[in-house]
């Protein structure tokens, strides 16, 4: 089992830059493929972009692609979100998640997700 607490999140002006973290408990944490997602009020959870276990294999939401990076530091037990050129409609709530199917591939559903963390916020004014 793995505990998840996201950080980072905040209030940002539009075009500009946050960085998330989500912190993950106990010495398993490579054994995870993990996930960020994130919901508005009223809507279903959304993929935003996901991480193997060695990071070797990464997949994004096409809304997100070529703006977000996502990376792990695997001796931290540490998941980022690096979030760049940032719109108004990347308002939402931001969870990390982790998969435990097979950590050399990617996920996208949420279904494919067992551990989530409790969320953050992030809100992007224009």
């Known amino acids: 089992q793995v505990q998840l607490v996201e950080s980072g999140g905040g209030l940002v002006q539009a075009g500009g830059s946050l960085r998330l973290s989500c912190a993950a408990s106990?010495?398993?944490?490579?054994?995870?493929?993990m996930g960020w997602f994130r919901q508005t009020p009223g809507k279903e959870r959304q993929f935003v972009s996901a991480?193997?276990?060695?990071?070797?294999?990464?997949l994004y939401a096409d809304s997100v692609k070529g703006r977000f990076i996502t990376s792990r530091d695997n001796a931290k037990n540490t998941l980022y979100l690096q979030m760049n050129r940032l719109k108004p409609e990347d308002t939402a709530v931001y969870y990390c998640?982790?998969?435990?199917?097979?950590?050399?591939?990617?996920?996208?559903?949420?279904?494919?997700?067992?551990?989530w963390g409790q969320g953050t916020q992030v809100t992007v004014s224009s």
């Open positions: 998640a982790a998969s435990s199917y097979d950590p050399a591939h990617t996920y996208s559903r949420t279904d494919e997700y067992h551990y």
């Open positions: 106990g010495r398993t944490f490579r054994s995870y493929t």
């Open positions: 991480i193997s276990r060695i990071g070797g294999s990464t």
